[in-house]
């Protein structure tokens, strides 16, 4: 039961992240126009957001490991009430 959890749960990561990435992508025409920048300004736009986004991967992982996974994923969806201190 816990192997089929833990599938799960990557799998929803991965999902995740792939819609992130989708939704940078789509994202460029406006940033693009909104910048008036060129391929240059959209590929230091998007190495911007990767570097960010795997930082904070690294961070929040750390601390889910430190504090338990739960209180930490709770905490980032807001769920202030459920945490126990």
Do not use: P
């Not at 998007?46 to 991967?57: C, E, R």
């Amino acid at each position: 039961m816990r192997s089929a959890v833990s599938l799960l749960t990557n799998f929803n990561v991965l999902m995740g992240r792939c819609c992130a990435s989708i939704g940078t992508s789509v994202a460029l025409a406006s940033i693009q126009s909104d910048l008036h920048g060129g391929v240059s300004a959209l590929q230091w736009v998007v190495g911007a957001y990767a570097l960010t986004f795997a930082s904070l991967m690294l961070a929040f992982g750390m601390l889910g490991d430190k504090f338990g996974r739960k209180k930490i994923m709770l905490a980032g969806a807001g769920n202030e009430d459920e945490l126990i201190y």
